[in-house]
T-cell receptor, first 112, second 114 residues
Framework: DGGITQSPKYLFRKEGQNVTLSCEQN?????MYWYRQDPGQGLRLIYY???????QKGDIAEGYSVSREKKESFPLTVTSAQKNPTAFYLC???????????FGPGTRLTVL | AQSVSQHNHHVILSEAASLELGCNYS??????LFWYVQYPGQHLQLLLK??????LVKGIKGFEAEFIKSKFSFNLRKPSVQWSDTAEYFC????????????FGKGTHLIIQP
């Protein structure tokens, strides 16, 4: 069954703790993306990666970090420097040069 | 930086009514345009897209959109909505040839009353 998986679906953390969100895809896509969705704000790009071992900052990268050690995986770490981390986080993937992105089910992070 | 504007944040319609959701973007060069839909409790999924060619594009579930370059617009339409069309709709633009992510509008929450 091809697709994008994100885990966990819900995540609760205490303020000041770092937390890592998982994203895995088996679509053989080169490119992967992380977006943040807030009510009434649409989706905003956090980080993206076009190829293994390379990634770029998006519009709202401050307080986040990523790695891309494998083609299938693009984990996102929400650090304690992120001032307002409570949000719905969406991972996406796509073929480089072909623009359709496919989205995972999302992780809802709540920082208490 | 480019931006995407969706005119209506909340729309309420009755079943069988016609739908048009507005979308305008700011980038003046070549763009690829998308409409995504997020049904309650489901993944964000592609509704339709425009890359080039015929400016009137058809998508899934009877939706269509028209690209009007002179107006920087990509409005979504459906002649007769159904209760199952209740969802959040996002317009998105790519101006980087797929290289650097999409710019999304803030979304339109559509509620269809039976």
């Amino acid at each position: 069954d091809g697709g994008i998986t994100q885990s966990p679906k819900y995540l609760f953390r205490k303020e000041g703790q770092n937390v890592t969100l998982s994203c895995e895809q088996n679509l053989n896509h080169d490119a992967m993306y992380w977006y943040r969705q807030d009510p009434g704000q649409g989706l905003r790009l956090i980080y993206y990666s076009q190829i293994v071992n390379d990634f770029q900052k998006g519009d709202i990268a401050e307080g986040y970090s990523v790695s891309r050690e494998k083609k299938e995986s693009f984990p996102l770490t929400v650090t304690s420097a992120q001032k307002n981390p409570t949000a719905f986080y969406l991972c996406a993937s796509g073929d480089r040069g072909i623009d359709t992105q496919y989205f995972g089910p999302g992780t809802r992070l709540t920082v208490l | 930086a480019q931006s995407v504007s969706q005119h209506n944040h909340h729309v309420i319609l009755s079943e069988a009514a016609s739908l048009e959701l507005g979308c305008n973007y700011s980038y003046g060069g070549t763009v690829n345009l998308f409409w995504y839909v997020q049904y309650p409790g489901q993944h964000l999924q592609l509704l339709l897209k425009y890359f080039s060619g015929d400016p009137l594009v058809k998508g899934i579930k009877g939706f269509e959109a028209e690209f009007i370059k002179s107006k920087f617009s990509f409005n979504l339409r459906k002649p007769s909505v159904q209760w199952s069309d209740t969802a959040e709709y996002f317009c998105a633009v790519d101006s980087g040839g797929g290289a650097d992510g999409l710019t999304f509008g803030k979304g339109t929450h559509l509620i269809i009353q039976p």
